[in-house]
């Protein structure tokens, strides 16, 4: 009886175990259109961001997930900004205000207006079960990321900010007959996809304390990876310690 009990758990847990390999591309911008003018000036995020996922089997449809994130800046003067926010992706960038007051002279009534240049990467790996075969399969993205900033500030401790941004890039994806050491120089099998992410962004961000800031972002995301495309709308909130 423990035998017939056992037989379905196990090819349960089995089955649980295979998985495809997914395109995880966070919806998250959270980067206003202002920038602090003194250099140096540090700050510290963490929050939750929304991510799209797009499954690489089109028999399976894409959703949103959400996931942690972190997230530092740094500016560096002449209204530049470096910044990085891990979530799924790891997402690195520089920004320039090329308009308005920085952040330490905005008053209310002020426009500004900033660009930002990026690079996201994401790996992935998994297993899966083909024709009774174990393999396994590993996932490398890597994107540019550009984006057009644009803000209002409504009083000195609320800012109004958008954004629009797109994102090309490709996705490669091996698969392996062994788990251990699956690389691109034993895999049996690769394939290459180009593919793009690009959408909208409105954020609302506003200070409790000079120190301590909130932001509540929502977006429109469209993904387009593995020849077919997906909308998705999100939320994403973040609390900010600037230093």
Same mark, same amino acid.
């Given at each position: 009886?423990?035998?017939?009990?056992?037989?379905?758990?196990?090819? =349960?847990?089995?089955?649980g /175990?295979?998985?495809t390999?997914?395109?995880? !591309?966070d919806?998250v911008?959270?980067s206003s259109?202002?920038?602090n003018?003194e250099?140096? $000036?540090?700050?510290?995020?963490?929050?939750? %961001? =929304?991510?799209?996922?797009m499954?690489?089997k089109?028999?399976?449809d894409?959703?949103?997930?959400? $996931?942690?994130?972190?997230?530092?800046?740094?500016?560096?003067g002449?209204?530049?900004?470096?910044?990085?926010?891990?979530?799924?992706?790891?997402?690195?960038?520089?920004?320039y205000?090329?308009?308005g007051?920085?952040r330490?002279? %905005?008053?209310?009534g *002020? #426009?500004?207006h900033?660009?930002?240049?990026?690079?996201?990467?994401?790996?992935?790996?998994?297993?899966?079960?083909?024709?009774?075969?174990?393999?396994? #399969?590993?996932?490398d993205?890597?994107?540019? *990321?550009?984006?057009?900033?644009?803000?209002?500030?409504?009083?000195?401790?609320? &800012?109004?900010?958008?954004?629009?941004?797109?994102?090309?890039?490709d @996705?490669?994806?091996? +698969? /392996?007959e062994?788990?251990e050491? /699956? !690389? $691109?120089?034993?895999?049996?099998?690769?394939?290459? +996809? *180009?593919?793009?992410? +690009?959408?909208?962004?409105?954020a @609302?961000?506003?200070?409790? =304390?000079?120190?301590?800031?909130?932001?509540?972002? =929502? @977006?429109?995301?469209?993904?387009?990876?593995?020849d077919?495309?997906?909308?998705?709308?999100?939320i !994403?909130?973040? &609390? %900010?310690?600037?230093?």
């Amino acid at each position: 009886m423990n035998k017939v009990i056992l037989i379905p758990v196990a090819l =349960t847990v089995l089955a649980g /175990c295979n998985s495809t390999p997914k395109a995880h !591309n966070d919806m998250v911008r959270l980067s206003s259109s202002e920038v602090n003018e003194e250099a140096l $000036k540090l700050e510290l995020a963490f929050g939750k %961001a =929304t991510t799209h996922v797009m499954p690489h089997k089109g028999s399976i449809d894409a959703e949103s997930e959400s $996931k942690g994130l972190t997230s530092a800046k740094l500016s560096l003067g002449f209204g530049l900004e470096l910044d990085a926010t891990i979530a799924s992706d790891a997402n690195y960038g520089i920004k320039y205000q090329f308009y308005g007051k920085h952040r330490e002279h %905005a008053q209310s009534g *002020d #426009w500004s207006h900033a660009v930002r240049f990026g690079y996201v990467k994401n790996n992935d790996n998994g297993s899966t079960g083909n024709q009774n075969t174990y393999r396994h #399969w590993g996932l490398d993205k890597q994107l540019l *990321d550009v984006s057009l900033i644009s803000g209002y500030r409504i009083s000195p401790q609320l &800012l109004v900010y958008g954004s629009v941004f797109y994102q090309p890039g490709d @996705i490669e994806i091996i +698969y /392996c007959e062994k788990r251990e050491g /699956c !690389n $691109k120089d034993v895999a049996n099998k690769v394939l290459d +996809y *180009d593919g793009h992410n +690009y959408g909208l962004s409105l954020a @609302i961000e506003h200070a409790f =304390t000079p120190s301590w800031y909130g932001t509540l972002e =929502t @977006i429109y995301h469209q993904s387009n990876w593995f020849d077919r495309s997906s909308n998705e709308m999100g939320i !994403n909130v973040s &609390l %900010a310690y600037r230093f």
